[in-house]
């Protein structure tokens, strides 16, 4: 008898996005000339930078001539695209990441869900709450139950202190989803020193790293001494070049981090990714690959910081209109992220629904990312300019 | 402390196509001037057809222009895609499977790693031996222990009968990985009525499906009876369309089909695998499914035609040759993969040397897909023309 994975039943059957999706569909039947704005899931909006198109359409026409032909690449990305990433994220920054530390994957989406296959089902788990549900859910899945939510709250900065009790594996997320916080040098040190402590592993997302603006922010987590000891770094192009329906990410595993056996042998992580990878992945197609790698230039660079910029200035726009009405939130500066602190203590669903029946804006309500979202709602500088200004301008009345 | 997942130290350390690799780079260094001909790894050689090509070129070009930018796609796949697979390769043929059943990936080696994760820990799994490696790795890194090996020899034309105990998955490959034989509808039928029987699931990779020539070989398992009651089918573009280094395949789960919780509830299997997608996995490339959907067009079907018969034609001559010499092989005909039993009982490996020393061709030692492969060796037919030319001029002499 084939027999589910009972672990799947835990998890809430209705899934954040769908559930606005739903109310929005319902509103948008009832109010067919509503013009809705949409500002709560975090996907992008402005095409690809040039140089990637360009690299992707060669690489197209590679792909129809014999020659130039490529069938299976390595399971862990071609060396083109690791050697790039090594030198302009790590070494042109002083960090000392190598390509052989990086594995290329199909977005962070995929790492984020799949890294913890490599650890055993009895660890320890450390998130933040609120949290980007893939980390909570993924691990629910695997049979984990020993998980442990450190609340982010507006009293600690949104965050938390490492817990008193030993923790084995760590998920931090900085700039934040949802939060749009960030977490400074002192405060991952803090927890790098934990890590040692108590042989944890940390996983590092840094899939917005691109969005700091603030000096003295760490992009990595490598600009802290010793995070190779203890910390796995996940990257991506999603929000870096807009490659949310283009698919490439990567992670970081250094090369002398260790996870332990029950007899307290000492495995090389790098290894066991590398095996999780050639046997359940094949690489992420050439083509996209080269598209990714076309970032790594001086004209791509520029590129992308238009791009980014784009994006930042309608957090800048949402933050100054927010502002002005006398809201409160936190985020926006340094991430793509805006945290909105609910006003007369509605709920976040209550408000996101205010907000859709009286604006015709949508968010994203706090509690779906964890019970410390309750009073928030997730607010996103993603869209088209004409729309975030449009959004802020309806608030404002 | 962190501790791994034990499992991956059960895993053979050395990867077959690793140490294969490792043999063949030695060879090439004592021997500079030796011309290899590699018949060994399943990877095809010829150009992507000039739809895929067409319609990428387009799609690429879409992503640069803000009208025509797609962010974040469906984790199941575009509808486009869908429909176009439901119609073509299913309700074309009189098999009604439609496009809410299927689920687009980046490749069927993801879909065989990751569809065991839905399915308890404690399922008894039947392989055929030899295997497709990925089947079991994927089951003994998840930590099942109950495996049974179906022995495929000669003598039950390597096809084995279902087993008396009772099993909860079965693994189906046909045209099959690495033998090259398939398996009829009587064989299929036997299957599906053990599955009904003992409520187990079977999952059926027809990822080679493109090769079969002989008329009433099943080219889906939902061509028999019954079969959407207990399978799950994989397929995929990578030997269809030359799509390995390009990466799109799809998994069908037929709407009613259900697993079993400890308590004798019934689960839909496919509600469990929308959820493990849209957290571990963030949809294939819109670039690269557009690609894959050109090949469902009068002219797309014309040119994988010609790509497969290009194929099947380096089989031929393969086939034409090992008799001419008076080797025993099997498959061929069916299949890109010939399954060439060694000579004066050699065995996989000292043929494998034998054949690189002698004749400079790379096989793939049968030895390295499970023990009942020993005494055979794999040669495939997607080299290109010449060079496949070449070594059976080679092999005769």
Redesign the interface.
């Known amino acids: 008898?084939?027999?589910?994975?009972?672990n799947?039943?835990k998890?809430p059957s209705n899934?954040l996005f769908s559930e606005i999706a739903k109310r929005v569909k319902n509103f948008q039947e009832k109010n067919p000339d509503a013009e809705i704005i949409k500002l709560g899931?975090g996907?992008?909006?402005?095409?690809?930078p040039?140089v990637?198109?360009d690299a992707?359409?060669k690489a197209?026409?590679e792909?129809?001539?014999?020659e130039t032909?490529?069938?299976?690449?390595p399971e862990q990305g071609y060396n083109f695209l690791r050697e790039k990433i090594s030198e302009w994220n790590y070494k042109k920054n002083g960090i000392d990441i190598s390509a052989d530390e990086i594995f290329i994957s199909?977005?962070s989406?995929?790492d984020c869900?799949?890294i913890q296959?490599?650890?055993?089902?009895?660890?320890k788990i450390a998130i933040f709450d609120p949290v980007y549900?893939?980390y909570l859910?993924?691990n629910i899945?695997a049979g984990r139950t020993e998980i442990i939510f450190l609340p982010c709250t507006e009293e600690n900065n949104f965050s938390p202190e490492p817990p008193n009790e030993?923790v084995?594996?760590i998920y931090l997320c900085s700039p934040n989803n949802p939060t749009g916080t960030v977490l400074n040098k002192k405060i991952l040190k803090n927890w790098i020193d934990y890590a040692k402590k108590?042989?944890?592993?940390i996983f590092f997302d840094a899939a917005y790293s691109a969005y700091i603006t603030e000096k003295n922010i760490p992009h990595s987590i490598y600009e802290i001494d010793g995070a190779k000891d203890v910390a796995i770094e996940f990257r991506s192009f999603s929000k870096t070049a807009?490659f949310?329906?283009?698919?490439c990410g990567y992670v970081v595993i250094p090369e002398n981090l260790f996870?332990?056996?029950?007899s307290g042998e000492k495995?090389l992580?790098k290894n066991?990714w590398l095996?999780?990878q050639?046997?359940?992945?094949?690489?992420?197609?050439?083509?996209?690959q080269r598209g990714a790698a076309a970032i790594y230039s001086d004209e791509g660079q520029v590129q992308i910081k238009n791009l980014i910029n784009y994006y930042l200035e309608n957090a800048r726009i949402i933050c100054e209109g927010l502002k002005e009405i006398g809201l409160k939130f936190f985020g926006g500066k340094n991430a793509p992220y805006i945290w909105l602190k609910t006003p007369e203590n509605f709920s976040s669903w209550e408000y996101f629904d205010e907000l859709l029946k009286n604006f015709n804006i949508v968010g994203t309500p706090g509690a779906g990312f964890g019970a410390c979202g309750e009073n928030y709602l997730r607010l996103t500088s993603f869209g088209?300019r004409e729309e975030t200004l449009k959004a802020v301008e309806r608030l404002k009345k």
């Open positions: 008898m084939a027999k589910i994975n009972e799947y039943l998890l899934y899931i996907d992008v909006t402005q095409p690809l040039k990637c198109i992707m359409t197209v026409q792909m129809g001539n014999a032909f490529r069938g299976y690449g199909d977005g989406k995929c869900g799949n296959e490599i650890f055993s089902l009895d660890n549900p893939v859910d993924s899945m030993k084995d594996l108590n042989n944890s592993v807009g949310t329906g283009t698919r996870g332990t056996t029950s495995i992580l066991l095996r999780r050639t046997t359940k992945f094949n690489g992420t197609a050439y083509i996209i088209n």
